[in-house]
């Protein structure tokens, strides 16, 4: 692949691409062959501030144009993306493992946020309120809250990136990124169009490199308004106390534990084909992936006979190839975790329906069998903690108030799901769930028009939808005296 070479200075700063000071590099791998991909600039603390300084110098001017300037800006990037989808999804599958046809997906969700909060950019509006006092006049003005940092992770190198950078440009923000050390290649061709669709430089700047250097800079630095963050709710918890001395707005989307509940009354192979699809989407490694499944006893036997005959159809293997479903784990500490769990949930009663460990596949790749288990407890890690692989437990329940508290009983709010075809139990169900999206018969709720984000330990702030831009704001109140 010849586009690799440029990548060896991947540090973008005032529009202009550099490698480290010190020289450093890092290496990229391919998950699934374990072969080096390229190297990319290790930058830190001087990178960082540099960038910090870039982006402070272009906010005046950037926050300054009219919506409608920004916005053209952000339709081309999204015109862009599309026009170039096979390039970036198979550069996305090299660095990250997906298959192909799940990066062309997410290749499309990054253009759709370019879409769509380019149409936002024109409805940011503020609030006249009628006064109680005469003659005075209120007034509320949204305005950017200025320079914002943007963490991302590997499991979604592109569109998590789309779904930050395009509301806060759109706001009129200019933005730090640091992406995942794991997957940056999708970051730089993401950084490409931005520059090429005509984002003047220094309005985004991006930093690859080490993440605690970089995030002590970013999370100390006056200048950084707001911090955006997508990852583990441990990273996360770092962020928002090193945040605590400069007093940044936060939006954070941490980890989850979604349970999907299927009740008696469910079409139960649209259950079937959707909870495998949710599981087993990305390996297993995503925030909103099912990570337990609560199914009603009267339908245990023949759910559990649908699932194991779609699980058998799934095709492991290089994401590149047409016909993979299922690709590796992004790194060996990954599928350690996965093991761990199966084996915690073996020693306490759980049985194997479908896989149960590594899977060999002619690649280097740490790749994992799509497993069903069932039988599962509540005392076994795999139903409390997130496993972000293809691990899927089976619990029976009886009782809708019992399985509704065993759902909500979690740090974790992100996502839950259930199925069923009484609407008077899915209105039911769908409110008592202690959730920040709930999917009722759909396991695929993300969309760049509707807000994406969890409760309790799972984050705070919504991205997507009208509200996303709105984490990028300030609003500004105006009390006017008319004399
Ligand atoms: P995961 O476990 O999925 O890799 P992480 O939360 O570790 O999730 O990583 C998500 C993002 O957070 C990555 O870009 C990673 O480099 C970054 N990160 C990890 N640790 C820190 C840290 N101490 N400070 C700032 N960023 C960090």
Request: one cysteine or more; proline letters at 5%.
């Amino acid at each position: 692949m010849t586009e690799l070479k440029h990548y060896h200075h991947s540090i973008y700063i005032d529009g202009k691409w550099e490698g480290s000071e010190s020289g450093k590099t890092a290496s990229v791998m391919n998950p699934a062959t374990l072969e080096k991909l390229t190297d990319v600039s290790f930058g830190g603390r001087i990178e960082t501030q540099k960038a910090i300084q870039s982006a402070s110098l272009s906010f005046p001017e950037w926050s300054k144009k009219t919506a409608r300037e920004r916005s053209r800006i952000l339709y081309r990037v999204h015109e862009l993306l599309l026009e170039r989808l096979d390039e970036l999804a198979t550069i996305l599958t090299l660095e990250q493992g997906k298959p192909l046809k799940e990066a062309k997906g997410e290749i499309r969700a990054s253009a759709s946020f370019f879409l769509w909060y380019a149409e936002e950019a024109n409805r940011l509006y503020g609030e006249w309120i009628p006064s109680s006092l005469p003659g005075k006049r209120l007034h509320v003005i949204p305005q950017p809250v200025g320079v914002i940092a943007a963490i991302t992770p590997w499991n979604f190198p592109s569109s998590m990136i789309a779904r930050k950078v395009a509301p806060a440009l759109a706001a009129g923000c200019t933005v730090v990124l640091k992406p995942a050390p794991e997957t940056p290649l999708s970051a730089i061709e993401l950084i490409t169009i931005l520059d090429e669709a005509g984002v003047p430089p220094g309005v985004v700047n991006l930093v690859t490199g080490d993440a605690e250097e970089i995030g002590a800079v970013l999370m100390k630095s006056k200048e950084v308004r707001l911090l955006t963050f997508t990852g583990s709710t441990d990273v996360g918890k770092h962020l928002m106390r090193g945040s605590a001395d400069t007093v940044k707005k936060l939006s954070l989307e941490l980890g989850g534990h979604a349970p999907i509940l299927v009740f008696e009354d469910a079409d139960l192979k649209r259950a079937a084909t959707q909870t495998i699809a949710s599981k087993f989407r990305n390996s297993g490694q995503t925030c909103i992936c099912a990570n337990r499944v609560y199914v009603h006893e009267d339908i245990m036997d023949e759910f559990t006979e649908l699932l194991k005959e779609k699980l058998n159809q799934l095709r492991p293997g290089n994401g590149l190839k047409d016909e993979i479903d299922l690709g590796p784990l992004i790194h060996r500490q990954a599928l350690d975790k996965v093991q761990a769990q199966l084996e915690d949930a073996l020693h306490k009663g759980a049985k194997v329906l479908v896989g149960g460990g590594p899977l060999s596949t002619g690649l280097k790749g740490h790749f994992y069998s799509p497993t069903l288990l069932k039988d599962a407890t509540d005392q076994m890690d795999v139903m409390s903690a997130e496993t972000f692989g293809p691990l899927l437990p089976l619990q029976s329940f009886t009782d809708e108030e019992e399985v509704i508290q065993k759902a909500n009983d979690t740090d974790y709010g992100l996502a839950a799901y259930l199925f069923t075809e009484n609407l008077s139990r899915a209105t039911r169900v769908s409110e008592s769930l202690a959730y920040g999206i709930v999917g009722i018969n759909d396991v695929f709720p993300a969309v760049a028009e509707a807000p994406f984000g969890g409760i309790k330990q799972s984050g705070v702030g919504k991205e997507g939808g009208s509200q996303g831009i709105h984490e990028y704001v300030n609003l500004k109140y105006i009390s006017t005296a008319i004399h």
